[in-house]
């Protein structure tokens, strides 16, 4: 386990270096107000997309992909929103531009930032799949979670470039990074006035033993994302993975097809 005066010396830094709370990309933010205005219009959303072209590009890419692929190639903004909706579209937006948080300056940093995102993008596409097969959640909303449960592990990786003990250590930063993203991500999702849901996610997903009454939530398909990409079925106290159990997944199969494989090289960009 990290060193709890290890762990506040970092939180301590990043609210030094003014990073707790990283800035949501301007897309994004843009496409969410558009969808929050009951006067708003497909057209507006389009026109917002249009003026960055790179994420314009990977919208298509993803449409095309087997998250969302219909019996048409789709190869038009318009084409898009029509077929998704709005707010599908709107939560794509916000998990395609995702990727520009992950940003470093050292070779150690963007590897590490770099596999941080794509495990992400793993986990996010899993998350997808998952609501849909196994529940009635809203399986973009799974998708958008999947993809920011380890959004507190940002702010940590960047001081790290500050720090050089820690870029000779890469093991001892990922092990900070897993313990301090719960209690930095939740902070950032309600900086970003995300549903309630989104740091309820990042408070419980790192928790294999996490167990509730009621429903399957997406806590439980996140959970469930995660120890797929690990390719664990578990505890580490070899117990049942009891967010697996109400959802009735098997994690001893591997869900990873080639669909599912392309699904993620498209959201990873």
Partial sequence: MANPALEQAI????????????????????????????NSSASDLVEVISQDPAIAARLIQVANSPLYRGAQHIDNLNQI???LGMRTVSQLIVSLSAKQLFTAKTAMIKRIMRDHWAFSTQVAALANHIARRHTKLDAD????AGLLHSVGGIPVIVVAEDIPKLQ???????????SLQSRLGGNIVKAWDFPDMFAEVI????????QHDGDPNYSDVVICAIA?????????????????????????????DDELDE????LGG
Wanted: aromatic fraction near 2%; proline fraction near 7%; charge should be neutral.
């Fill in 203 to 210: 408070e419980h997903c790192g928790d294999l033993g996490y």
């Fill in 11 to 38: 939180i301590n830094k990043i609210r030094d270096k003014g990073i707790s709370l990283p800035v949501l990309p301007d897309v994004a933010l843009r496409a969410r107000r558009i969808i929050d205005d009951p």
């Fill in 263 to 266: 699904a993620i090289r498209a």
């Fill in 81 to 83: 929103v029509s077929r």
């Fill in 228 to 256: 797929q990409a690990r390719g664990i079925s578990r505890t580490p106290d070899d117990r049942p993975i009891m967010a697996a159990k109400k959802l009735g997944v098997d994690l001893e199969s591997s869900m990873i």
């Fill in 168 to 178: 000779d250590a890469p093991a001892v930063l990922n092990e900070l990074v897993e």
């Fill in 141 to 144: 909303q799974a998708l958008l």
